[in-house]
């Protein structure tokens, strides 16, 4: 099979010359999003060859994200969080307010094939940009928005309020500690890909039908679709999960974070009994304690406190570096603890990296797709 081009990560420049043709490069998408979920699902279609056009506030100074910077970055003209989700567009500094800006805006719909917005209800009857009011200029427009709490609501939403109200932080942390945030703006990215699915979905229902659709996800919906098993265990076994730091509340030792004899970290994920097996007898654990206390999963989770005082101890004798190629070979599933600097030294993730400018300022960003599509022969 041949690797597609156009879903390489530096396809970004290539289509710029024309050097290849994209499956989307006839799309035209109009981005009025801001911050980091609608601007997200843009930039993914801009990856794929379409033409992306973003809309923003200039009595405002653009996008907030502009300058969300970090202290080392104070004397750039974008901020990295900007750059991470906004590549590869044409950026249009308007007045939605203004008759001659909001006539150019009008225009842009009535070309477009998809319209990305993150306006509440009133904010978008307000501005003449409701579903509705759209469909007059474009009927064949795909109008994708994102709220917060449902189409009906006012309230602002934030990442970190939805990560507290919809259960996120509740679990996340240790028992003797504060709940904590996930240290992304987790619930937007999650909001995220469930728009592109809706996007997707109605872009071939659009080529089946020769209609357009609205298509409308909420922070909140898409957190609490995102809870799976914790959702049921609560839903089907009346269990409401806590913090349990790394810990798995259905597996052990799933979780559990180890020191070696350098000091460096290992995290083990041994999802069943063939692999706990394997695990014990490389670490050359007592036969009859295996027998009586961990020979299964729910005795290990019955034991897992004195299970994880054994692997501490055992884990002490070899680096980090030598569990790891130990493990790999022996098919154990466990991995050792990056910060962002190791983890980019690593091929593996330079080929996910895209090294472009935004207005002139270098950037370098993750491309926003992590699929590869490759064409049968």
């Not at 306006?119 to 474009?138: G, I, P």
């Not at 069943?272 to 097996?277: E, Y």
């Amino acid at each position: 099979m041949e690797k597609l081009i156009f879903t390489d990560p530096i396809a970004v420049k290539k289509w710029m010359t024309m050097e290849i043709t994209s499956p989307l490069n006839q799309l035209k998408v109009l981005d009025l999003s801001t911050v980091l979920a609608g601007p997200s699902v843009a930039m993914f279609f801009a990856e794929l060859g379409a033409e992306v056009i973003k809309v923003e506030n200039k009595l405002q100074g653009g996008d907030v994200t502009r300058n969300w910077k970090l202290e080392a970055e104070k004397n750039n003209s974008i901020s990295a969080y900007y750059a991470s989700v906004n590549l590869g567009k044409q950026i249009l500094q308007l007045n939605l307010k203004d008759p001659a800006d909001f006539e150019i805006v009008s225009k842009l719909i009535s070309s477009s094939d998809i319209l990305i917005t993150n306006f509440r209800k009133q904010k978008a009857e307000q501005l003449q940009l409701s579903f509705e009011q759209v469909k007059k200029l474009n009927p064949a427009i795909i109008h994708a928005n994102i709220s917060g709490y449902g189409e009906d609501s006012e309230r602002a939403a934030f990442d970190v309020v939805l990560q507290a109200e919809t259960g996120f932080m509740w679990m996340n942390g240790y028992p003797d500690q504060l709940p904590a945030k996930l240290p992304v703006a987790w619930i937007d990215v999650l909001a995220a890909h469930q728009l592109k699915e809706g996007i997707l979905l109605a872009l071939l229902k659009r080529e089946r039908e020769k209609t357009g659709s609205y298509v409308c996800v909420s922070l909140y919906d898409a957190a609490l679709s995102s809870l799976v098993n914790q959702a049921s265990n609560y839903l089907m076994a009346g269990e409401i999960p806590g913090r349990m730091g790394t810990l798995h509340p259905n597996i052990a030792p799933y979780g559990e974070i180890v020191s070696c004899k350098d000091q460096e970290f290992i995290v083990l994920a041994i999802g069943n009994d063939q692999q706990f097996l394997r695990f014990a007898t490389i670490l050359e654990m007592d036969p009859s304690e295996i027998d009586n206390y961990f020979k299964d999963n729910l005795l290990r989770l019955q034991n897992r406190t004195e299970l994880f005082s054994i692997i501490s101890q055992k884990m002490k004798q070899k680096s980090s570096e030598e569990w790891m190629n130990v493990f790999i070979a022996s098919d154990i599933p466990a991995g050792k603890l990056k910060n962002l600097k190791e983890v980019f030294e690593d091929d593996k993730s330079q080929q996910l990296i895209v090294r472009s400018f935004i207005e002139d300022q270098p950037i370098q960003i993750v491309t926003s797709k992590a699929f590869h599509i490759y064409e049968s022969k």
